[in-house]
């Protein structure tokens, strides 16, 4: 089964590195310029799954939040991640004044955390990933980075 019918179906992860290593399988089977659009509530995953992405894309540098920054740029070594934590976003309008088209130079992945602040800035073929937390018999929720995620493609 491919990676896109396995997310389509929805996947659960059993840790944080089984959630990087299925990022970075999408990476491998994302088309050139594409956007993510990555839902879920603060602290489910969505940093860690950009860092599987990062892994998928050859990107060398650590990957951290950018929540203050709002956007990091990493070279990979087939094309480069935009990563773009829009949750500090008052207004769609502050996308423009951070010229991120800029770095949208061919060929490119722009993961999106908290897409819905971005209004109708969100490229339209975005493909929309929602993770969240499972609950059950695996680690606490509390323990997000190590807790088992679930990952769905819309």
Known sequence: MSILAKLKAGI????????RALAAEL???LPPDTALALHGDMGVGKTTFVQGLALGLGVRAQVTSPTFAIYSVYPGSGRKLVH?????L?????LDELL???FLTSPWCL???WPEKTGAWLPKDA????LSIVEGDGPSPGLRTTGRHRVVLR
């Open 90 to 94: 008052e207004h769609e309008r502050q």
């Open 12 to 19: 659960t992860t059993a840790s944080a590195a089984e959630t």
């Open 84 to 88: 773009l934590d829009a949750y500090r």
């Open 100 to 102: 991120l088209e800029e």
């Open 111 to 113: 993961a999106i955390e």
């Open 27 to 29: 990476a491998a089977a």
């Open 127 to 130: 493909w929309h990933l929602t």
